[in-house]
């Protein structure tokens, strides 16, 4: 096995032995339009225009919703949870009762989620409506 998927694997353990879950973060409910997604492996990097339609939504009952252009693409739930990787009391989200967290930064009216990693792809959002 690859030694960078080996320290993934080992963080994502360390992380969910060390971490609890939140309800919600503040200010995270309400539709995130997709900005930018950057990074990976082959330097994947891509901007995207303000009304795009590639809309993320969270509400209060932990649930999601993504769009594209109008169009329901997936739902389902998310859980948020406090870590302290990369940082002291650092956010993590993980959807539909996955294992795999990612990093979770929310600024006012800008949202970036995304794994921790060289090779991981970041997604950043700008918020839309309440």
Request: aromatic share 10%.
């Amino acid at each position: 096995m690859n030694k960078k998927i080996l320290l993934i694997i080992l963080l994502a353990i360390i992380s969910l032995a060390s971490c609890k879950k939140v309800a919600v973060a503040p200010g995270l409910i309400g539709k995130w339009e997709l900005r930018s997604k950057l990074g990976s492996i082959i330097g994947f990097d891509s901007v995207f225009t303000a009304g795009n339609g590639r809309v993320l939504e969270f509400r209060g009952d932990s649930t999601y919703l993504q769009y594209n252009k109008g169009r329901l693409l997936q739902q389902g739930k998310y859980h948020i949870i406090n870590t302290n990787y990369p940082s002291a009391n650092s956010l993590s989200i993980t959807f539909d009762n996955g294992d795999y967290q990612q990093y979770l930064n929310l600024t006012g009216t800008n949202l970036q989620i995304g794994m921790d990693a060289n090779d991981g792809v970041e997604s950043h959002f700008q918020k839309i409506a309440n």
